[in-house]
């Protein structure tokens, strides 16, 4: 790409607020989280430099590696999005912000156990398996509620809502209707409980798509970054 960084987070922000002004929405009520996930260090510079603040790691140790080498920024806020096994529960509750990939109760348990008291409870989003891919991680829809209720519970963990990974296809119906499934639960989340704010769907090629079926926050690695090996 001939681009800059800069400029290419500039369009995914533009991107943003076109797909919310033809949905009739209000785009500061989108996030925009850059995947960094295989980047390096310098590239993540750059894109604080210009303005970006939250920034999403896929693999424990390389997001823990980055965050203890970038703690010098201190407003950057950090996301895990990748799976997360329960012997990795305490090195992420001590050093990231928010946990976006919550696929069970044990984890969760985990976290809420291991998150030090000097820090702000753990954000935290439940990662719902839409798809129905049995090799996909998250919970079922049908299961979101019952954990839900059960992670409200837990003390260190501030429960911000859910996100999903929908099925790998490029057939828009069928994408559509999963954003849409996934918004009525997200719905029914927030009317349950007040700390529910986040609706967290939409990767480079689908963003669109998915703020027009209410996402609040997109995940964009590949057209900030560009493509991954
Ligand atoms: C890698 C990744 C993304 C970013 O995908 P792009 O297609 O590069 O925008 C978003 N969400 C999750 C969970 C990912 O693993």
Redesign the pocket.
Known sequence: MNTTIAERLNSALETIQDSARSANRQPNNISL?A?S?TKPITMIEQAYAAGQRLF?E?YVQEGVDKIQQLSSLEDIEWHL??PLQSNKCKVVARHFDWV??VDRLKIATRLNDNRPEDMPPLNVCLQVNISGETTKSGMLLEELMTNAEQVSKLSRLHLRGI?A?PSNTDNETALAEEFRALHAGFVELKTRFNSVDTLSMG???DVALAIANGSTMV???????G??N
């Open positions: 989280l995947v996930k999403g896929n999005i990748g976006q990939s996100m990974i990767m480079s090629r995940r964009v690695g590949t057209a900030i970054f493509k991954r």
